[in-house]
DNA sequence: AACTAAGGAATGATCGATTATTTGCTACGC
DNA sequence: GCGTAGCAAATAATCGATCATTCCTTAGTT
């Protein structure tokens, strides 16, 4: 395997193409919560067929991006003001016990990939250039971070429901600060130091102080959440 | 709207009739591991279109239930040996936290939905008439006590990753048992006493003491997965 | 004998059109 | 005036056929 998948990210097959867009854009926040899918919109706008959209929405409804209601159609799921809480709760529930196990078991190379993932977290911009939006780099090399310090449990089903569990919580994120008015970027209701919570994470992951780090990550977690449930309630789009 | 998910079953959608059908077949295991799922027998079998074969297929894939190999069509998941560890880890890793969960938040009407799901589960029978496979019967109610030993959680996130994680270990488990030769029937490799078990846990959780009920879940899961792992290497039908 | 390359059969992906269901509106009766 | 039956537009589900890719056979070569 050489370029495979570094080549022409536009050259790849037409439901890839139309899966991959509206992935990104249903991440991005572009569709309001609970809106409408429609395969006929989507296919046309992409030049495809309407199978294939089909096709794209299926896959999205299996990764937990988009909903079905019989005989209605697809649609970007719901949130409701807990949704939050549950969301957040399922993180710190699971979280820790895969963070033990990877701790446990993590050899020399596991850690020298933390390592990398936190440099490149570092050293990645955190906003856009205009708006109180996360950069898509971050937003990746934060996911990369927290999914690189689990990892080391070698678990696929368990990094399985990390990823399902983050794809939520992302969802959920990008339309917390979607709601944020437009004069109040996020990084004033965001008072705290996410770059030193990551840094002192990795620090006691590399120690190996497996209850130092878990302290940690269930104060990140708990404090993501708060500050997101802070954005809540200040002019969301729709319900 | 009257009898509208009462009447009759065969009476829905071709999509959902063969979701559902293939579905079926691959929880009996009547595909081996890494067998292929044709779109074009399947709608053949049922009657119906490429479409719907296709989107049943995707759906499947959503669920964990077959994987999708690129350009080369959909197939059931393979299956090697420290896959059951993997699932039985993953079990061991989340249910707990979520049994604790549970007990602290649960009401009256969930210990009364814990007491009628044992009940129902002890009232099945386990074994089907003829072969050594568990009845659906007896599956599902197990699947249903499970469960609600942990919907005192309230949170639709984690049962989801519960959800999850059983159909990969029923898919491990009738596969283990399908391994089974013929005259060596399950209940010969399997001297524990799940019945017994069952009415231990559900005592302990209706006791409300949550360090014993999350031992005996963790003893549970632990026998399961030896006695599971006991079972293979008979003479499995493929790789 | 083994390896490679061409070609055909099988299967996967995509398409355009048709059928069935839902939705929103309108007209009618109470 | 309100509720409801019925019609029409929109959209979801399904179909049969076509195009593209992979797999398997076979012939040719070293």
Redo the contacts between chains.
Sequence with gaps: MEAESAIEPTHRSPSERLYAGVRTRILHGDFGPGAALKPRELADAEGVSL?VA??AL??L????LAVRLH?RGFAVPSMDADRWQ??A??RI??EP??LR?SMARGDIDWEARVHAAHHRLRRTPVWTEGGPFYSDEWSEAHRQFHRCLLEGCA????L??FD??WV?SELARRWSTSAMPRGVPLRSVQPRDGVAEHAALEAAVLARDADRAVDLLVQHLTLTAESLRAGHGHGAPNG
């Design positions: 199978a089909r096709e299926l896959r409804v299996g990764e937990g005989n549950k969301i709760e399922a529930a699971t016990v895969m196990m678990n696929d089903i368990l399985d429901l399902r569990t939520a």
